[in-house]
């Protein structure tokens, strides 16, 4: 059963618009929650993390929202540039036990030029 | 900093063949983890060292795979015997204990014939 699940397996977006990727949970122990962008025949790397003591963090162009009611975080890449075109993981972690990251399948973002 | 370092990069075997898969972690971290990445499952963690010491190996799939730790800037996954279901990309990755942001490999992509 996948605890975090992205549903969506691709995105298209035009260069300067804003990206969506969306990212659900089901256990609410996870307190924790990143996201990596991985670019082909290379690993995973860390892009932004948020707590679930907030609801908002922001980096640069990249913001990551969480709702906790819902158990739902989502990534805003504000504005897109072919750069980003990756795939993009959610994590979440329980902090209280391992520090054992559960990853989502994915999301292929391509922006488009 | 080298960052982690996989070897080789890319395996190709036959069934039932042993295969060995290589791991440097970034001098200094404390904590390796073995990833596995499908199509269809994403990145599945598989095993989890934190000073050496083997915390969580739950996601290992059968006893066809064995992980080991002998010191702390050395790892190998072990697959004895391969099977055509095993083809994946392995990542290892590397943290500080109480850091959550892993720090990945570039993965060895396993094809077994």
């Known amino acids: 059963d996948q605890q975090v699940k992205q549903n969506s397996p691709s995105l298209s977006v035009q260069e300067g618009r804003i990206s969506i990727l969306n990212c659900d949970y089901t256990?609410?122990?996870?307190?924790?929650f990143l996201w990596y962008k991985k670019y082909p025949a290379e690993g995973p790397t860390f892009l932004i993390s948020?707590?679930?003591?907030?609801d908002k963090n922001e980096d640069g162009r990249f913001t990551v929202f969480l709702n906790k009611s819902a158990k739902h975080l989502s990534l805003h890449i504000v504005p897109s540039q072919p750069g980003d075109s990756a795939v993009y993981f959610c994590?979440?972690?329980?902090?209280?036990?391992?520090?054992?990251?559960?990853f989502g399948t994915g999301t292929r973002l391509k922006v488009l030029a | 900093d080298a960052g982690v370092i996989q070897s080789p990069r890319h395996e190709v075997t036959e069934m039932g063949q042993e295969v060995t898969l290589r791991c440097k972690p970034i001098?200094?971290?404390?904590?390796l983890f073995w990833y596995r990445q499908t199509m269809m499952r994403g990145l599945e963690l598989l095993i989890y060292?934190?000073?050496?010491?083997?915390?969580?190996d739950s996601g290992m799939p059968e006893d066809r795979f064995s992980a080991k730790m002998p010191n702390a800037s050395f790892s190998t996954l072990k697959i004895q015997p391969s099977e055509p279901r095993d083809s994946a990309v392995y990542f290892c990755?590397?943290?500080?204990?109480?850091?959550?942001?892993?720090?990945f490999g570039p993965g060895t992509r396993l094809t077994v014939t």
């Open positions: 990755a590397s943290s500080l204990s109480g850091l959550k942001e892993q720090y």
């Open positions: 060292f934190n000073n050496n010491v083997p915390i969580d």
């Open positions: 948020i707590s679930s003591i907030k």
């Open positions: 001098s200094g971290h404390n904590s």
């Open positions: 994590a979440a972690l329980a902090t209280s036990g391992t520090y054992k990251y559960i």
């Open positions: 256990n609410s122990m996870f307190d924790y």
